[in-house]
């Protein structure tokens, strides 16, 4: 197992800025997830890592040794690719020992090192095929496998599930979490997809414009976001400008859109606040129930629950989740929202 730290590292790509003042520390044996949409930056992150381009400042170590230096093939990493780049005229078994050939194992040894490895990942059986005749999925796991071979010290994800359809991206997910702590890997992942951050890490930097915006683990970011920004990029949350805060005693309580919802107090004391409203948080009832008024604007069925959009009189939408029964989305209906828990006030500046 290895430390991974990058501090203040700077990238620039033909003067646009990719990376600014990038700080992130990985601990041994942690899953550590860099989300964030595309352009954010997080895969120049790991490429740097990775020493396949070279930052224009700052540190990156690798067990407290700075790492700039070392040539890529020398940092001992295993790389799992968003294409997976297998070699197609190369059978599973060979795709699998062509990192041992650089180590000069002997034959015999190779030999057992793909073998156990092979079944760990389960695909034995799959050893003599190429990897046109094998699923998606296998071809993931291959990759996998490959990469822990060589026995790195620490373990590169670059978006390794987004080629995959939803149903295998789900069980894929499971099996990746399960390697991960078997061979208890210091790995870092990069992926913009909200359900696999929040399913493998022990903890997510979420990041935006070249930086990291915060870094908690899964329940933190998603339950309790401490900046505007990570609530509008993680789950299903609408943020709504505070007319005006009252505590009484213990209780807190923001106007918004002429009604008055539960609110924690965390940043009661700032001017300019918004109201983070999660979309499962939230109930509708009769527009006489004291809570923002509004309007359904839109409902969409999605199996077992119905998405639908609340525009309020102030004209903001939204967003609410609720059961396929429920009686108030109906499209056109007047309803009031109701909070099951306290919203969370947020600094707009943030």
Partial sequence: MARLSFLDVKKSFAGVTVLDDFTLE??????????????????????????????????????????????????????????????????????????????????????????????????????????????GGQRQRVALARALAIDPRALLLDEPLSALDAAVRAAMRAFLKEIQQSFGKTTLLVTHDQEEALSLSDRIAVMTGGRIVEVGTPRDIFERPRTATVARLVGSNTLVPVEAVTVTGEACFARVAGGTLAAEMTTAGRSSLLLCLRSDHLDLGPPDGGGPVGRVVQSHYLGRRLEAVIRLQSGHDVHVTAGEDDPFLRKGEAVALRLRHPGRLLDAAT
Avoid at 103 to 112: K, M, N
Wanted: glycine share 12%; aromatic share 6%; charged share 25%.
């Fill in 26 to 135: 990985v601990g041994e044996g942690e899953l550590v997830t860099l989300l964030g949409p595309s352009g954010c930056g997080k895969s120049t992150a790991l490429r740097l890592l990775a020493g396949f381009i070279e930052p224009d400042g700052g540190e990156i170590a690798i067990d407290g040794i700075d790492v700039r230096s070392v040539p890529p093939h020398r940092r001992d990493l295993g790389i799992v690719f968003q294409d997976y780049a297998l070699f197609p005229d190369r059978s599973v078994f060979a795709n699998v020992a062509y990192g041992l050939a650089a180590r000069r194992l002997s034959g015999g040894e190779t030999r057992q090192r793909v073998t156990a490895i092979l079944a760990r990942v389960g695909l034995e059986s799959l050893a003599d095929r190429r990897p046109a005749h094998i699923s």
